[in-house]
């Protein structure tokens, strides 16, 4: 009986895939960019979208709730108190598209080339939310569905979410669930289905290094006056030592190192030096001496330059000693390492090693512990289940390098722990121009998301 309801949904599916890819691209075609003021018009519209996609669906006491900043949509389809529910998340904002003249078509103006959809928004994460909505749509136009969904969509998720924990906590009951599915993660490669049970933190940092108290005539004044811009640089390069590893004070400390056994199942993985290489484009690797690249990018603390501002930097010359410099400076946080503990050794640093020629200011902007699945949640075995019979291959499972905070806050507010999965590539190129989207890995994605809804 259960193939039967299977297999109509999934024919169902095939049948209406050109309907919803449609809608997809007319979701994607909004700018709901959170970044930017300007933006507030695009992420209401696209707030609103997602309302009445799921009122559509049948969705009861589906309700826009206004934050701070941009409002979570919420819905849910309960079918039976006695059935476990399954809270879905995502978000509905994406990055801005800059640098505009890299893109090779308008980044709000889809575009299907071959196997690729191409528009901001399209892997991270507008694609995976309509790849649950997909599902869900081909299960309740076929038969009911046995078990009950709750979902919440953000549209700060770029930003930090700020307006998202305090939600949580303010509306615990509301969200009451057993099984949390997240799939803003991602695969490993479109024939490697994966599953991920960590995460990194982030310890995000805007560095300002002050000057003289104007720009100065870099002939009159070189020499005697210290460039912020030469002491950032020299302060940026003291953060690494020569085998990699960061030199701010404390901030091994309390990094959870992997064990052994950890360590050989991650090199199952089989991603080497030359597959990040061709992914990259780049020559040859960097990063910490001594492990194997899926641990550098799941399992180890990173500190890296996100952007850089000093000077003149327009086209032609102007020979300046410029006023500051600045840097917006990320870490990567692994489990056990606390945000705030970062920022005390990044303040020492500062203090043991900037010239008393030059102020400096830093702020944390945002920070977010790491996440790590300590057992397995309900729900996961269905979800290999619905991966292996989708892709006829074991899924893999994974440390994955970005940070997704929300699971932590479901963890520690809702306690219950993420099924963090996803669709997207590492190719995708989210966060930057051309970014896409491989529809035949969406499709089985969907298909995946059927098989596992049903699986109750």
């Not at 057993?178 to 994966?194: E, H, Q, R, S, Y």
């Not at 203090?351 to 309900?378: F, H, I, M, Q, T």
């Amino acid at each position: 009986m259960k193939t039967k309801l299977v297999n109509n949904a999934l024919n169902y599916y095939l049948e209406n895939q050109s309907e919803l890819r449609n809608e997809l691209l007319d979701f994607l075609r909004i700018p709901s960019v959170s970044t930017s003021e300007v933006h507030q018009p695009d992420l209401l519209q696209a707030a609103d979208f997602l309302v009445k996609k799921l009122t559509q669906l049948g969705f009861e006491q589906v309700k826009l709730f206004p934050t701070a900043v941009h409002p979570i949509v919420y819905g849910e389809k309960m079918v039976n108190p006695q059935k476990p529910t399954v809270l879905i998340y995502g978000h509905y904002d994406v990055q801005p598209a800059d640098p505009l003249n890299e893109w090779n078509s308008p980044p709000f103006d889809p575009q299907i080339e071959g196997d690729y959809l191409y528009a901001r928004g399209s892997s991270d994460m507008k694609g995976q939310i309509w790849a649950s909505v997909s599902a869900l749509q081909s299960i309740l136009r076929t038969t009911d569905l046995p078990v009950n969904i709750k979902f919440i969509l953000e549209g700060e998720e770029e930003i930090g979410s700020p307006s998202l924990e305090p939600f949580l906590k303010e509306n615990k009951a509301l969200l009451s669930c057993d099984i949390v599915i997240n799939p803003d993660g991602g695969m490993l490669a479109p024939d490697k289905p994966t599953l991920i049970y960590a995460l990194r933190g982030m310890a995000y940092f805007e560095l300002r290094v002050f000057g003289p108290s104007a720009d100065l005539h870099s002939g009159l004044f070189g020499g005697v006056v210290d460039n912020p811009a030469n002491v950032l640089s020299r302060l940026i390069a003291g953060m690494h030592d020569e085998f990699g590893r960061v030199t701010l004070p404390g901030f091994y400390d309390r990094v959870r190192e992997i064990s052994p056994e950890e360590s050989e199942e991650l090199s199952k993985i089989e991603i080497d030096e030359e597959v990040y290489k061709a992914i990259t484009g780049v020559s040859a690797l960097g990063g910490e001496v001594g492990f194997q690249p899926v641990e550098r990018i799941g399992a180890r603390p990173t500190l890296d330059v996100n952007g850089l501002y000093a000077g003149y930097i327009e086209k032609g010359a102007k020979t300046i000693i410029p006023a500051y410099a600045m840097a917006k400076i990320s870490a990567r946080l692994v489990p056990d390492q606390v945000p705030e503990d970062v920022e005390k050794g990044f303040r020492a640093y500062l203090k043991e090693n900037a010239p008393d020629s030059v102020r400096w200011e830093l702020d944390l902007l945002s920070g977010a512990p790491a996440y790590l699945a300590e057992a397995e949640a309900l729900g996961v075995s269905f979800f290999v289940d619905a991966l292996k019979q989708t892709w006829g291959v074991q899924p893999f499972r994974k440390r994955e390098g970005g940070s997704i905070p929300v699971a932590t806050s479901m963890k520690d507010i809702l306690g219950v722990d993420s099924i963090i999965t996803g669709f997207g590539l590492p190719g995708d190129q989210i966060h930057s121009p051309n970014e896409r989207m491989h529809l035949p890995t969406h499709a089985k994605g969907v298909q995946a998301l059927i098989r596992f809804f049903l699986s109750f």
